[in-house]
C-alpha cells in the first residue's frame, strides 16, 4: 500500500517553469515505479513521465520530451517533475500514481495508486 500527495501546482504564463512534487507514504518506495499522468476537461487521462525504482530509467510522452524532466529521491520517498517551457496545451490535472512492477507501462489502468491531483494552468 502506498498513500500518493502532490503538490507544486499553480497558474504560470506561457514559457514559465512549475515543479511538481509527489510525497509518497510507503516503507517500501524502492519496490514502485512511479509516473505522472495528465487530465484535461472532457479528455483521458494521458501518460506524461515514468522513472524506474532506482530511478535509472526514464520515460515521457513524446509532447513534453526535451521540457520535462522527472526524478525521485528514495531517501525521502519523493517523486519530482521538473516542467520548463509550459504551453497552454500543458493545462490539466497532474496526478502521481505508483506500480509495484518494476515493468514499465503508460497505461493509467495498470497503476493501482494515485494521489488527488494538482492543478496546472498555462495561460497564453
Known amino acids: 500500500q502506498v498513500q500518493l500527495v502532490e503538490s507544486g501546482g499553480g497558474l504560470v504564463h506561457s514559457g514559465g517553469s512549475l515543479t511538481l512534487s509527489c510525497a509518497a507514504t510507503t516503507r517500501t518506495f524502492t519496490t514502485y515505479a512511479m509516473a505522472w499522468f495528465r487530465q484535461a476537461p472532457g479528455k483521458e487521462r494521458d501518460f506524461v513521465a515514468g522513472?524506474?525504482?532506482?530511478?535509472?530509467?526514464?520515460y515521457y510522452a513524446d509532447s513534453v520530451k526535451g521540457r520535462f524532466t522527472v526524478s525521485r529521491d528514495n531517501a525521502k520517498n519523493t517523486v519530482t517533475l521538473q516542467m520548463n517551457s509550459l504551453k497552454p496545451e500543458d493545462t490539466a490535472v497532474y496526478y502521481c500514481?505508483?506500480?509495484?512492477?518494476?515493468?514499465?507501462?503508460?497505461?493509467?489502468?495498470?497503476?493501482?495508486?494515485w494521489g488527488q491531483g494538482t492543478q496546472v494552468t498555462v495561460s497564453s
Open positions: 500514481a505508483a506500480r509495484p512492477i518494476v515493468v514499465h507501462t503508460t497505461t493509467p489502468r495498470e497503476y493501482p495508486y
Open positions: 522513472i524506474s525504482w532506482s530511478g535509472g530509467r526514464t
